[in-house]
């Protein structure tokens, strides 16, 4: 099975949204080549990828590759976004890492699926296909010439930062991974970790951070603290930086310091685990979880916060310079 194809496979689907993020970018110095590649994907139920069933649909994906200068091989980081779509907050971060000597590889999971945005409805696309999209992009920069394999991180933003987390349950890597590659570290922002699930505290032995705002009413930090806790108390490697103040999605830089989004669909009153293998139960009604169930409401913000975007970005930045020994 070929892991990617050259442009004109997927220009369709690809040209609108990459071309809007490559032009302002032409300028920045510290950017040598874009590369864009459509990956091979699947799309699962959230049960279809609990069990490790083959059987979910096709799809093609965009990716583009933002390469600093020079020929050695150097470090890259697998940027996905959230609900929203690939954004400002996005491209900051790519360019940030492109600055540092590190690629980034920003991944569309939605464009090619035929997908705008899941903020008002989050059954276009299950959380967790989205860790089998970071793993095919592990997988295509491992093999790419400028890239050193054993220093390939994820780093995701809600939905997205959901991904970046949990690509470091071992269950996963060894249902959905590649043998012989596993990310670098874990980084992940303002993600959702209030349904536990099975070994989920057996994860990756490589570094995990996570970032929140104490403020964010959109994904509430508690539940994080709570998983946080656990995995600490299994001696895994992990730490939760939480910004005072901050909404969720405060890194972006064009949203206001707070934007509303009232149809935003959340499951912040859910009490929903894995009880058995493939089934998230609703706690309260003892049935599997769905997106109708009467614990989801609607109604949310958003907003950005320069002080914490800059001490997330310097926190970030610090943390990779010591994992991979880069100059400062």
């Known amino acids: 099975m070929s892991l990617h194809y050259p442009l004109s496979v997927a220009a369709a689907v690809l040209l609108s949204v990459l071309f809007s993020i490559l032009l302002p970018q032409i300028t920045n110095s510290d950017t040598a080549r874009w590369e864009i590649y459509s990956i091979e994907t699947l799309t699962l139920t959230d049960q279809q990828f609990l069990l490790g069933a083959k059987d979910g649909t096709p799809a093609r994906i965009g990716a583009e590759l933002r390469l600093p200068p020079g020929t050695a091989p150097i470090p890259a980081v697998v940027l996905i976004h959230g609900s929203g779509g690939v954004g400002a907050n996005i491209d900051g971060w790519a360019q940030s890492f492109n600055a540092m000597g590190i690629a980034a590889l920003i991944l569309d999971t939605f464009t090619g699926r035929g997908i705008s945005q899941t903020i008002t409805n989050q059954t276009q696309l299950s959380s967790f296909s989205m860790i089998v999209d970071a793993y095919r992009g592990l997988e295509l920069l491992s093999r790419h010439p ?80 709570g998983y946080v806790d656990r995995l600490r108390r299994a001696g895994k490697d992990v730490q939760l930086t939480v910004y005072e103040g901050a909404r969720h999605a405060f890194d972006n830089p064009l949203y206001p310091s707070v934007l509303s989004l009232p149809d935003a669909a959340l499951t912040s009153n859910c009490r929903r685990e894995e009880k058995q293998p493939g089934n998230i139960i609703n706690l309260d009604t003892g049935k599997t979880f769905t997106w109708n169930d009467a614990c989801v409401t609607r109604g949310a913000t958003v907003g950005f916060d320069p002080y914490a975007r800059e001490q997330a970005m310097n926190t970030v930045s610090d943390f990779l310079r010591a994992q991979w020994r880069l100059n400062p």
């Open 146 to 225: 400028r890239i050193d394999p054993s220093r390939i991180a994820v780093m995701g933003f809600s939905k997205g930062g959901f991904a970046a987390l949990y690509s470091s349950m071992k269950r996963f890597q060894q249902l959905w991974g590649t043998q012989g590659i596993e990310f670098a570290a874990h980084i992940s922002f303002y993600t959702r970790c209030d349904a536990p699930l099975l070994d989920d505290e057996i994860v990756s032995d490589r570094p995990i951070r996570i970032f929140h705002g104490s403020a964010d009413d959109y994904v509430p930090v508690e539940p994080t603290r």
